[in-house]
């Protein structure tokens, strides 16, 4: 894991969640060790205003690696500020049911190491069409920056 | 009508509420599923009794795990 410092904020994102959900995916390592490379004892994220503290966040673990999906994040722009970033991002996933694409409106506080301590995710499904298509860039915004697991 | 309750782990957002209801509603004589991602249930309201088994099949093939049944 990349510190913040050092990293554009759009790759440090794409990375951050790549590699996070890459290692959960390759290895039957305990989650709770993986967990807590990429994010703080005291790490709470609300994801469309539902709380998950270190705990539930482990328990989530378990569906990502039941249902096994391939993802790829899509960082469209980020900003960086001191130790925090936001940043609009798609993310697609396929699993062995279903594919598809969502929104993701992410504004995060990480450690000097690169590792999460706050995360508020707002997110929307967007409609199958839009899902296949190139999200739209905004004006005045860098290229995408893409990572996939 | 019956409601039923129960204990599901591993649920963080409303597209894991999404996956866990649709399996769920897949249950004949299932009418209705609402999701409390934060307090981690499900209460199922269904025109017949459901099986317990069937019910954590429904959950595990979304990928999460009952964890017990919180009321009935």
């Known amino acids: ?149 | 009508m019956r409601h039923s309750t129960y204990a599901v782990s591993g649920m963080a957002c409303g597209h894991c509420a999404g996956f866990v209801t649709e399996e769920i509603e897949r249950l004949a004589g299932v009418t209705a599923v609402v999701v409390d991602v934060e307090g981690g249930t499900v209460t199922v309201t269904s025109d017949r009794d459901l099986d317990m088994a069937d019910v954590r099949t429904a959950v595990e093939e979304a990928g999460y795990e009952l964890t017990a049944p919180h009321e009935s």
């Open chain 1, 1 to 149: 894991m990349r510190p913040l410092n050092d990293t554009d904020p759009r790759q440090f994102i794409a990375d951050f969640f790549t590699s996070f959900t890459d290692e959960l995916l390759r290895s039957d390592e305990d989650p709770g060790l993986i967990v807590d490379r990429y994010h703080t004892p005291d790490i709470v994220q609300f994801a469309d205003g539902n709380r998950m503290d270190r705990d539930k966040l482990i328990a989530h673990t378990r569906p990502v690696r039941k249902n096994r999906p391939s993802s790829r994040m899509e960082v469209h722009e980020a900003v960086a500020n001191g130790d925090r970033i936001a940043a609009r991002c798609t993310l697609h996933v396929q699993d062995r049911k279903r594919s598809l694409a969502i929104e993701v409106y992410f504004f995060g506080q990480f450690m000097a190491d690169g590792r999460m301590r706050r995360g508020h995710t707002l997110t929307r499904t967007l409609p199958a069409d839009l899902s296949a298509a190139p999200a739209q860039s905004v004006p005045g915004t860098p290229e995408r920056q893409e990572a996939s697991a």
